[in-house]
C-alpha cells in the first residue's frame, strides 16, 4: 500500500514568489492535515480537512497560506507571496478508521530567499 | 495552554539504554505518541500509548506514562547506532479521534559505537 506521498521534496524561491505544495493521503482516508516545522522549533499544525471540508483550520499563521482539497483525495497548500519566515519543513499526514495513527508523509523543505 | 516539552539532545553509547522524557500539558489528551525522524525523511511512528495506560512495551521500546505529572518517556533498550534520529512527543488535542498533534520540539539521539 503507498503511504503519504509530497510533491516537491524542495523548492527554493524568492520572496515574493507563490508556491504550490501537494499531498497525496493514503487511499481511502478522510482525514488530511498540514504541519509545518521551521528549523530548531517544534512540528506545528496547520489544518485539518475531513473528506473536502476544513474542519479545524486554526493554526494557519496567515491568509497568504490557502490549502484546498476538491474531491477530498489530494491537498493543496499554497503560499503568495511568500515571506522569509515561510521556510521550513510543511508536512502532511493522513488517518482513517480508527483514527488512532497518523501517516506522515516525507514533507517538502521550502525555502524562501 | 497546550505545550508539549522535551529535552533537545542526548548522546548514548552503543548498548546503552536511552530514555527520552516529555511533558505535556492538555490532560484530555487521548493518546501520546512518539515519532522517529530519520536525517531527510518523513516522520515515521514508532509507537503510541492510550491514555489509560501506564506502561506499553513492544520489542526494545518501552513507554511510561505518568497522567498524574503529565510526563512521558520512551526507553530504547541496547539502542543501536541504526537509532541516530529526531525524537518527538505527540499529544492529541482533546478526546475526538481524528483531531490534530501537538508536537514537542523533538529530541536528537546520538549514538556513538
Known amino acids: 500500500e503507498a503511504g503519504v506521498t509530497q510533491f516537491p521534496s524542495h523548492s527554493v524561491i524568492e520572496k515574493g514568489q507563490t508556491v504550490t505544495l501537494r499531498c497525496d493521503p493514503i487511499?481511502?482516508?478522510?482525514?488530511l492535515y498540514w504541519y509545518r516545522r521551521v528549523m530548531g522549533k517544534e512540528i506545528k499544525f496547520l489544518l485539518h480537512f475531513v473528506k473536502e471540508s476544513k474542519q479545524d483550520e486554526s493554526g494557519m499563521p496567515n491568509n497568504r497560506f490557502l490549502a484546498e482539497r476538491t474531491g477530498g483525495t489530494y491537498s493543496t497548500l499554497k503560499v503568495q507571496p511568500a515571506e522569509l519566515e515561510d521556510s521550513g519543513v510543511y508536512f502532511c499526514?493522513?488517518?482513517?478508521?480508527?483514527?488512532?495513527?497518523?501517516?506522515f508523509g516525507p514533507g517538502t523543505r521550502l525555502t524562501v530567499l | 495552554g497546550e505545550d508539549v516539552e522535551q529535552s533537545l539532545f542526548l548522546s548514548v553509547r552503543e548498548g546503552d539504554s536511552s530514555v527520552i522524557n516529555c511533558t505535556y500539558t492538555d490532560s484530555s489528551s487521548t493518546y501520546l505518541y512518539w515519532y522517529k525522524q530519520e536525517p531527510g525523511a518523513g516522520l515515521q511512528l514508532l509507537t503510541y500509548?492510550?491514555?489509560?495506560?501506564d506502561m506499553k512495551q513492544d520489542q526494545r521500546l518501552t513507554v511510561l506514562l505518568n497522567k498524574k505529572d503529565k510526563h512521558l518517556s520512551l526507553r530504547i533498550a541496547d539502542t543501536q547506532t541504526g537509532d541516530s534520529a529526531i525524537y518527538f512527543c505527540?499529544?492529541?488535542?482533546?478526546?475526538?479521534?481524528?483531531?490534530?498533534?501537538?508536537f514537542g520540539k523533538g529530541t536528537t539521539l546520538s549514538v556513538s559505537s
Open positions: 505527540a499529544e492529541s488535542i482533546g478526546v475526538q479521534a481524528g483531531t490534530a498533534l501537538i
Open positions: 500509548i492510550f491514555s489509560n495506560m
Open positions: 499526514a493522513s488517518t482513517g478508521p480508527p483514527y488512532n495513527e497518523q501517516f
Open positions: 487511499s481511502g482516508h478522510d482525514n
